[in-house]
């Protein structure tokens, strides 16, 4: 049986995340409601708008089931907006948008300004040794402060942008939107077996 991977999908784009985790032999489920989000075995959350996400999953209902089952230890990667709804603290957030603390992390949001609202960058992986990633950031958040608990997996101009706590991933930028499938795969990995320990 594949691992059903929940696609969080309220706002933001979803479908190349789930092309990725096809390719990666998971079997991508949207989640919209409560009921669905109960019977995946891990969630993307994926790049949007993290205030209209926040929103979104309280008035959906979805918000008190995300936080059991991220505190119960389901496996999640969030991706930009995915990113700031995981983590411990935001700054420059909505005074009423939420984030779940699911990995010890503080983000700002749209920390890298007007000027570069978007761009790419060849980043180096602790645990991708063969290549660098290619990675696209879209008005994205950085990680600003890290918990001793969190693995720095990458960092740009010296800020963490990919950090992982045990079975949570987050990234900065939006790795669904290359071909490159090893953050999808090391995900899984991590969260159901076959990882290379690192
Ligand atoms: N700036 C957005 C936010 O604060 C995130 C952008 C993205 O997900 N590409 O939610």
């Keep these: 049986m594949p691992v059903k991977v929940g696609l969080l999908a309220l706002q933001g784009a979803v479908g190349r995340h789930a092309e990725a985790l096809a390719a990666c032999g998971a079997a991508p489920v949207e989640v919209r409601t409560a009921d669905q989000l109960a019977a995946v075995d891990a969630l993307v959350l994926p ?8 929103m979104l999953l309280e008035s959906s209902g979805l918000a008190e089931t995300l936080a059991a089952r991220l505190a119960d230890g389901m496996p999640a990667f969030g991706t930009c907006a995915g990113m700031i709804l995981l983590a411990g ?7 009423d948008q939420r984030s779940f603390d ?17 761009f790419e960058a060849d980043l180096d992986v602790a645990g991708l040794d063969d290549e660098p990633f290619h990675a696209v950031f879209i008005r994205a958040p950085v990680v600003t ?11 740009i101009d010296g800020r963490p942008v990919l950090c992982r706590q045990g079975v949570v991933f987050v990234s900065a930028f939006h790795p669904e939107l290359t071909p490159d499938l ?7 990995d991590t969260a159901f077996g076959n990882a290379k320990e690192n």
């Design 102 to 118: 699911a990995i010890d992390v503080t983000v700002q949001r749209n920390a890298f300004g007007r000027q570069v609202d978007s």
């Design 47 to 54: 790049g949007g708008e993290s205030t209209t996400i926040s």
């Design 145 to 155: 402060a890290v918990g001793d608990g969190v693995a720095v997996l990458a960092r």
């Design 182 to 188: 090893r953050l999808h795969r090391l995900f899984l």
């Design 89 to 95: 603290t935001v700054l420059d957030g909505r005074p």
